[in-house]
Every structure is written in C-alpha cells, then in structure tokens.
C-alpha cells in the first residue's frame, strides 16, 4: 500500500476538514441551546457528542493514509475556533487529541481495515480520547461518579454511533455516486 499523499488526497481532507469545521461551528450553537433538555441528568447531553468527531473517522475510512484522522480533526477544531468556537482556541489542541484517538485505531489495524468494525474501532477511540481531554479540560471540577464516568461512557457511545458507524454509512451512501472514484473508498464495494 502508498501512504505518500497525493494532491487529491490533501485537497479532500481539507474539504472534509473545513466543511465540518463549519458543522462545528453550528453544532456548538445546538450544543448550548439543548442544555435544558439535559436538566434531568446533564452527562446525557455527550450523546450529541459524536458529530464533532466525525472528520476523523470520515477521512480515514475515505483516504485511507497515516495523518488523514489527525489532519482532518485538527484542521476541522481551527476552522471551528476561527469562526468563533464558545470554547475558544482550546478546542485547536482538543481536535488534535481527538483526531489522535481515531488515528490510533486506523493505526492498529495497520491502515488495512475499512469495513465496519474499524469505523466503530475508530469512532470509540475517538470518544475515548474525547472523553480523556474533558475529563481534565472541561470536566474537573465535577463529581466524578455522579457527572465525569457518566460523560466520558456517553461520549463513547456517541462517538461509536455517529462518528463511528455514521461515517461508515456516508461512505457507502458516497462511494456509488462517483465522488470517491479517486480513492479506493470508491472502488471498495465490500465495506460490510
């Protein structure tokens, strides 16, 4: 396998990145604007979590190369914080991190693997490193049975679902119209 990066590889991740930057930037206005809805147990509120993660599985199961994940998860968290992120520039290094845990799943399956279990695989261990930044970043001054354990699970399973298995599924729903002809993601017809 060619894990040198092609022109057409750099421009995609980069379309990816910036077009979820800008989901970003709208999903943080549902994030605050369901904080009621999460009264009755505020950890729930991490099963909207998985959006902000799925650049990296995305790219990954589309590019296919070392660097897709983390490159496209980081660029993602910079569009993000430019356009005026309510977290500020601490979501850049939180992106990273983020881009890091679905980069390490590729990684452990050696950058072969691109049918459902290692977009589940990579979208938990996105959660994963998710959920092990907020639970210092954001998350510390918690109850950490009661608000912290819950959150970081939730996280996981959000992350698993949608950025997981959602990513998955928009690569399948893509690849027959043509999109992804340029990537073996487009010529893969056996991504069960």
Same mark, same amino acid.
């Given at each position: 396998?060619?894990?040198?990066?092609?022109?057409?590889?750099?421009?995609?991740?980069?379309?990816?990145?910036?077009?979820?930057?800008?989901?970003?930037?709208?999903?943080?206005?549902?994030?605050?604007?369901?904080?009621?809805?999460?009264?009755?147990?505020?950890?729930?509120?991490? %099963? @909207? +979590?998985?959006? &902000?993660?799925? /650049? =990296?599985? #995305?790219?990954?199961?589309?590019?296919?190369?070392?660097? *897709? !994940?983390?490159?496209?998860?980081?660029?993602?968290?910079?569009?993000?914080?430019?356009?005026?992120?309510?977290?500020?520039?601490?979501?850049?290094?939180?992106?990273?991190?983020?881009?890091?845990?679905?980069?390490?799943?590729?990684?452990? %399956? @050696? +950058?072969?693997? &691109?049918?459902? /279990? =290692?977009? #589940?695989?990579?979208?938990?261990?996105?959660?994963?490193? *998710? !959920?092990?930044?907020?639970?210092?970043?954001?998350?510390?001054?918690?109850?950490?049975?009661?608000?912290?354990?819950?959150?970081?699970?939730?996280?996981?399973?959000?992350?698993?679902?949608?950025?997981?298995?959602?990513?998955?599924?928009?690569?399948?729903?893509?690849?027959?119209?043509?999109?992804?002809?340029?990537?073996?993601?487009?010529?893969?017809?056996?991504?069960?």
């Amino acid at each position: 396998m060619n894990f040198r990066w092609r022109t057409i590889d750099i421009i995609v991740a980069s379309i990816i990145a910036v077009t979820f930057g800008v989901i970003f930037w709208a999903w943080n206005l549902v994030w605050s604007a369901t904080d009621g809805a999460f009264a009755f147990f505020p950890p729930a509120q991490a %099963l @909207l +979590y998985g959006v &902000w993660l799925m /650049p =990296a599985v #995305l790219a990954g199961l589309i590019i296919r190369k070392p660097g *897709a !994940a983390l490159y496209t998860e980081t660029v993602a968290a910079i569009i993000s914080a430019l356009l005026g992120a309510a977290w500020g520039a601490t979501v850049i290094p939180q992106g990273l991190v983020q881009g890091l845990g679905a980069e390490l799943a590729f990684a452990l %399956l @050696l +950058y072969r693997s &691109w049918k459902l /279990p =290692a977009a #589940l695989l990579a979208g938990l261990l996105t959660g994963f490193s *998710a !959920a092990v930044f907020d639970f210092f970043a954001w998350n510390a001054a918690y109850d950490l049975w009661d608000y912290r354990i819950p959150y970081a699970l939730l996280t996981m399973v959000s992350s698993t679902i949608i950025a997981g298995a959602g990513s998955w599924a928009l690569t399948r729903a893509l690849a027959p119209t043509g999109v992804l002809d340029r990537f073996a993601a487009g010529r893969d017809r056996a991504l069960v």
